[in-house]
C-alpha cells in the first residue's frame, strides 16, 4: 500500500501543469527603410505590441579591405520616427554580425569594432525622437565555438561604452546554441533570445521544412530549462522557397506567389515540392527543366504546437514573443485572431 501510495504520488508530481508566464508582444522589422504599410500599423495597435526589434544595420567581412564594414543602414523617415514615438512601443535596435566577421578580424581590433559599432548606433539614435524609448539593444550573430572567443570579447567591450550604459544588452540565440551550449558557450550578457526557426538543414533536398517542423525542434530543446540566462523567444511567420538544381541547393526564392506553382508546365511531387517540366520564368525568376523547388512556410498549426511545447519547457517567467516579420504580404496570411493565439499560446 506504501509503494503505491509512493507511486501516486511521484506521478502527481511529475504531471505538474507548465508554468504561466508574463507575455510581452513583439515583432521584428528587417527591412533596410522604415516605412510602415496602414496593414503594418494596424497590426501593432490591434495586438497591442510593445516591442519593435528593428535592424539598424549589417556587419560583413570586407575580405579586400580585410575589415569589418557595416551596410545595410536602416532609414527612418521623420513621420515615421514622430508615429512610433506616440504609441506605447519601445525599439529595441537590433544589429546582424556575420559569424565570418567575428571569425577572421583580429582579437586586437574587436574593441575598436565595438566603438564603431556604438558610433553608428548613436548617430541614428539621436535622429530620433527622444520620448522613443530604447531601453535594450541586440546582437544577432551565428556565431560558433571558433568565433566565440571574438564575440564574447565584442560583446564585453560593449557593456563599457557610454551608448549602452543603462540599456540591457541582449544576444540572439540560435537552437543549436542551445543545445550544444558546452561547445558554443553562454554569451556574457544580460539575457538571450530563442530563435525557434531556421532549425532543418536548407541544403539538403530531403528536407522538410528548415523554417519549422515541431519534430525538430524537440531535438533541441529538451534541456532548455537548463540554460543560464533568461530567454524571450522568436517564432517565424515568414516563407520562402528553396531551389534545387540536380539534387544541388541553389538559392533561395523570395516573393514568388505560390499560385504560380499550380500553372502547366510544373508538377506537384509530394506535398510542398514541385518540379520544373520545362524551362520558364516566372515572376522574373528563370528555371531550367528538372528544377526542384520546396515551397517552406510557418503554418498557423505547427506554430501552436511549437508554442505548446515551448511553454512547458520555458523557466522564465517573463518571456517577450517577437514574431518574425512585420510586412504586410506575410501578415496577410494570418488571421488577426491566429496571431492573437500564437502570443497566448505562451502564457
Known sequence: MKFW???????????????????????????????????????LETLQVKKLYIKFFDVVWDAT????MPVAKIQFTDSMAAWLSTRSIVIIPTVF?????????????????????????????????????IPEVQMDCDWTATSRRNYFAFLTSLQTLPFFQQKEISATIRLYQCKYKQKTGIPPVQKGLLMCYNMGNLKNQATRNSILEVAELEKYIGNLSEYPLPLDLALPLFDWKVLYHDRVYKGLIQGLPDSLLQ??????????????LADTT??????????????????????????????SKLVTPQITVALFHLDSLTLHKY?????????????
Not at 517552406?296 to 506554430?303: K, L, Q, S
Not at 488571421?335 to 502564457?347: D, K, V, Y
Request: glycine share 6%; proline share 4%; charged share 20%.
Open 5 to 43: 501510495l509512493i507511486a501516486a504520488l511521484f506521478l502527481c508530481a511529475c504531471r505538474q501543469p507548465a508554468p504561466d508566464h508574463s507575455i510581452t508582444r513583439g515583432f521584428y522589422y528587417w527591412k533596410s527603410a522604415i516605412s510602415l504599410s496602414d496593414t503594418e500599423r494596424n497590426a
Open 282 to 311: 516566372l515572376h522574373g525568376y528563370s528555371f531550367k527543366k528538372g528544377d526542384f523547388i520546396r515551397q517552406e512556410d510557418a503554418n498557423f498549426e505547427e506554430i501552436m504546437q511549437a508554442t505548446r511545447l515551448l511553454r
Open 65 to 68: 579591405a580585410r575589415r569589418p
Open 97 to 133: 554580425i556575420t559569424n565570418e566577421c567575428m571569425q577572421s578580424i583580429d582579437s586586437s581590433e574587436v574593441p575598436g569594432l565595438a566603438s564603431r559599432v556604438q558610433e553608428l548606433l548613436t548617430g541614428i539614435a539621436n535622429h530620433l525622437p527622444a520620448t522613443l524609448a
Open 263 to 276: 500553372q502547366e508546365g510544373i508538377a506537384r511531387q509530394t506535398g510542398n515540392t514541385f518540379s520544373m
Open 335 to 347: 488571421a488577426t485572431h491566429e496571431l492573437e493565439e500564437i502570443f497566448n499560446g505562451l502564457h
